[in-house]
C-alpha cells in the first residue's frame, strides 16, 4: 500500500517556475514507477511525464520537454517535478501516481495509486 501527497501547487506568472512534491509512505516506494498526470477543467487527464523506480531513465510528454523535469529521492520517498518556463496552458491539477512495476507507461488505469492532486494555476 502506497499514499500519496502532493504539494507545491499555486499561482505563478507566465515565465515562472514552480516545483511540485510528491510524498510517498509506504516502506516499498523505491520499487515503484512513478507518473506524473495532469488534468483541466473540461478535459482528460494528460501524462506530464514519469520515472522509474531506479531514477535513471525519465519521461516527458512532448508538450512539457525542455521546461519540466522529474527527479526522486528514494531516501526520502519523495518525486519531484520541476516546472520552468510555465504557460497558461500548464494551468490545471497536477497528480503524482504510483505504478508497481518498474517501467513507466502513459496510461493513467495503468497506475495503482494516486495522490490527491494539487492546483497549478498560470496567469498571462
Known amino acids: 500500500q502506497v499514499q500519496l501527497v502532493e504539494s507545491g501547487g499555486g499561482l505563478v506568472q507566465a515565465g515562472g517556475s514552480l516545483r511540485l512534491s510528491c510524498a510517498a509512505s509506504?516502506?516499498?516506494?523505491?520499487?515503484?514507477?512513478m507518473g506524473w498526470f495532469r488534468q483541466a477543467p473540461g478535459k482528460e487527464r494528460e501524462f506530464v511525464g514519469g520515472i522509474r523506480w531506479s531514477g535513471r531513465i525519465t519521461y516527458n510528454a512532448d508538450s512539457v520537454k525542455g521546461r519540466f523535469t522529474i527527479s526522486r529521492d528514494n531516501a526520502k520517498n519523495t518525486v519531484y517535478l520541476q516546472m520552468n518556463s510555465l504557460k497558461p496552458e500548464d494551468t490545471a491539477v497536477y497528480y503524482c501516481?504510483?505504478?508497481?512495476?518498474?517501467?513507466?507507461?502513459?496510461?493513467?488505469?495503468?497506475?495503482?495509486?494516486w495522490g490527491q492532486g494539487t492546483q497549478v494555476t498560470v496567469s498571462s
Open positions: 501516481a504510483a505504478r508497481s512495476a518498474a517501467t513507466v507507461v502513459v496510461v493513467p488505469r495503468e497506475y495503482d495509486y
Open positions: 509506504g516502506r516499498t516506494f523505491s520499487s515503484y514507477a
